[in-house]
């Protein structure tokens, strides 16, 4: 009996770290977004994880896109998973820069250059303080990770945060169905 009490009270405990952990690393990204601190933002990320997520979700929608009039043929996918990947890759690595991940994650639009590719969900309207309304948009992906809905609709797209070792760090955005499609369109198409 002794040990089943032990063992129930280290599990909580356990769940207690692991949930508050994760808790309190949100809380200090959404006061970085808040507060512009573009230096914070990017100690609380994870650059290259985050990047390879915008590039395939880009890709996808480029294969998703041209695939709706006829079937993409294996050649093509290769060369949008190979070629289409490396100016996707350019594309993000402008969407990326400290300050533009910033006003990304704050205001939440989505802009390269002089092009506006339309928005997503504020993290910054998010307030980890309201555990409860805050718990509602939590999924869970997979034990060292879970994604943040960023508001009611779908089209509101998602934040991930990742267990790192040292803490929790945005390792993946998931944008709205029409911005990826306007990001897609930049893709060279297909001869």
Known sequence: MRWTMAISVALLLTLGAYSGSAAVSLHRLVQAVQSKDAAAVMSRTNLPRLKRSLVDQIV????????????????ERLAANTYGASIADVMVAKLLTQERLTELLNSGKVSLDASDFGGMGQLSRVAPSKLLETAKRIRLVNPVEFSLQLGS???????????????????????????????????????
């Open 60 to 75: 996808a929608a480029y294969l998703n896109r041209i695939g709706q009039k006829r079937a993409v043929k294996p050649l």
């Open 153 to 191: 609709g779908r089209d509101a797209g998602d934040v991930s945060l990742r267990f790192e070792g040292d803490g929790w760090k945005l390792s993946g955005i998931r944008l709205p169905s029409a911005v990826l499609d306007a990001l897609s369109r930049h893709l060279p198409a297909p001869g």
